[in-house]
């Protein structure tokens, strides 16, 4: 069967080939990254049984280089980058639900035209509603701070890694006011305070980009079928 001709032009042609493109890759890399941070789930998980198979005293005794220390410094890491990582492959997939859902609305506009051309009348694109504009840059801003959020916590976990690559009992208990560790671990709540509330907001951007997109979906089918009708109803030459 032969394709139905693209017969937009300008933005809307060149928003058609960029997601007709690239919303399989989206949804391909956030499945990617969601299925591997899993598999770094199950690493950690095994990680802190090991861990806290010994007792208290000696986990808090454990010296810097040990293995005991490794693996909390390895724990506590993971725990900073992982769950913004999460997020950020959760924005690729919806990102890419977003372009699709594009998609489908540019094939819908496309139709109309290709439909009005067959009958022999000039071409009419009706007037794209607000949430047309609306959705793609709620979908660029909902994924552009979730990979704010997934460079923060790679920046966290250095940091976290170097705070807990010290022995719990001679050195994190002891620190003074004013030490860097100290400082790391004000630096390691604090960014955890602000980064996760910062998450959500990047999800809640991208849904609400795509009930948005919905929404466009049932405006364009709505005036699709309004012109269909009018076409029906138009008199014979």
């Given at each position: 069967?032969?394709?139905?001709p693209?017969?937009?032009?300008?933005?809307?042609?060149?928003?058609?080939?960029?997601?007709?493109?690239?919303?399989?890759?989206?949804?391909?890399?956030?499945?990617?990254?969601?299925?591997?941070?899993?598999?770094?789930?199950?690493?950690?998980?095994?990680?802190?049984?090991?861990?806290?198979?010994?007792?208290?005293?000696?986990?808090?005794?454990?010296?810097?280089?040990?293995?005991?220390?490794?693996?909390?410094?390895?724990?506590?890491?993971?725990?900073?980058?992982?769950?913004?990582?999460?997020?950020?492959?959760?924005?690729?997939?919806?990102?890419?639900i977003?372009?699709?859902?594009?998609?489908?609305?540019?094939?819908?506009?496309?139709?109309?035209?290709?439909?009005?051309?067959?009958?022999?009348?000039?071409?009419?694109?009706?007037?794209?509603?607000?949430?047309?504009?609306?959705?793609?840059?709620?979908?660029?801003?909902?994924?552009?701070?979730?990979?704010?959020?997934?460079?923060?916590?790679f920046?966290?976990?250095?940091?976290?890694?170097?705070?807990?690559?010290?022995?719990?009992?001679?050195?994190?208990?002891?620190?003074?006011?004013?030490?860097?560790?100290?400082?790391?671990?004000?630096?390691?709540?604090?960014?955890?305070?602000?980064?996760?509330?910062f998450k959500?907001?990047?999800v809640?951007?991208?849904?609400?980009?795509?009930?948005?997109?919905?929404?466009?979906?049932?405006?364009?089918?709505?005036?699709?079928?309004?012109?269909?009708?009018?076409?029906?109803?138009?008199?014979?030459?």
């Amino acid at each position: 069967m032969k394709d139905t001709p693209f017969l937009l032009t300008g933005l809307d042609a060149a928003m058609y080939k960029m997601v007709r493109l690239m919303w399989g890759p989206f949804v391909m890399m956030g499945l990617l990254i969601v299925f591997y941070a899993l598999l770094v789930g199950f690493s950690n998980s095994a990680d802190t049984a090991q861990y806290l198979s010994s007792s208290k005293i000696v986990r808090e005794s454990a010296e810097s280089g040990s293995l005991l220390v490794n693996l909390k410094v390895s724990i506590e890491s993971v725990k900073a980058w992982l769950p913004p990582l999460k997020f950020f492959g959760m924005g690729l997939l919806f990102a890419g639900i977003t372009m699709a859902l594009a998609n489908i609305i540019l094939t819908l506009r496309n139709a109309g035209v290709v439909l009005q051309r067959e009958i022999g009348i000039a071409p009419v694109l009706p007037k794209k509603p607000w949430t047309a504009y609306a959705f793609p840059m709620l979908m660029m801003l909902g994924l552009t701070i979730l990979a704010i959020a997934a460079v923060e916590g790679f920046a966290l976990a250095n940091v976290a890694a170097d705070f807990w690559n010290h022995s719990i009992k001679t050195q994190l208990d002891t620190a003074e006011s004013g030490s860097l560790l100290l400082g790391q671990l004000q630096a390691i709540e604090g960014t955890k305070a602000w980064l996760e509330p910062f998450k959500f907001v990047g999800v809640a951007t991208l849904l609400t980009g795509i009930a948005l997109a919905l929404y466009t979906i049932r405006y364009t089918l709505r005036v699709q079928s309004a012109m269909m009708l009018n076409l029906v109803k138009r008199p014979e030459n």
